[in-house]
């Protein structure tokens, strides 16, 4: 917070960790990666690392285009840069999810 107004990069990131919530299906606390000292943005990363994007997605979604679970995935990935700074701001990630379509 910053002179009592939510700063717009962390609104950014907490969009972001609910839209990581509906991808995944899981909690931004889950067990799943909690263990292992990370939270569902953590979790998202380190599988991207490791080049695990299909690990990412719920496996009860079905009839879902995957091109489009991936860029969102993407986006999440740029919305959530350890560094705010880098981070974008909503009406860049609005325009993004619009070029992806």
Do not use: H
Request: proline share 2%.
């Amino acid at each position: 917070m910053q002179n009592g107004r939510a700063m717009e990069k962390s609104d950014v990131y907490s969009f972001v960790v609910l839209l990581l919530e509906l991808i995944t299906g899981k909690g931004p606390t889950d067990a799943t990666f909690v263990k292992r000292g990370l939270n569902v943005v953590g979790w998202m990363n380190t599988l991207l690392k490791e080049d695990r994007l299909e690990d990412v997605m719920n496996k009860r979604c079905v009839n879902v285009d995957e091109d489009s679970v991936e860029a969102l995935i993407e986006i999440a990935a740029r919305c959530t840069a350890a560094n705010p700074e880098n981070r974008l701001v909503m009406n860049q990630v609005w325009f993004s999810c619009l070029s992806k379509k």
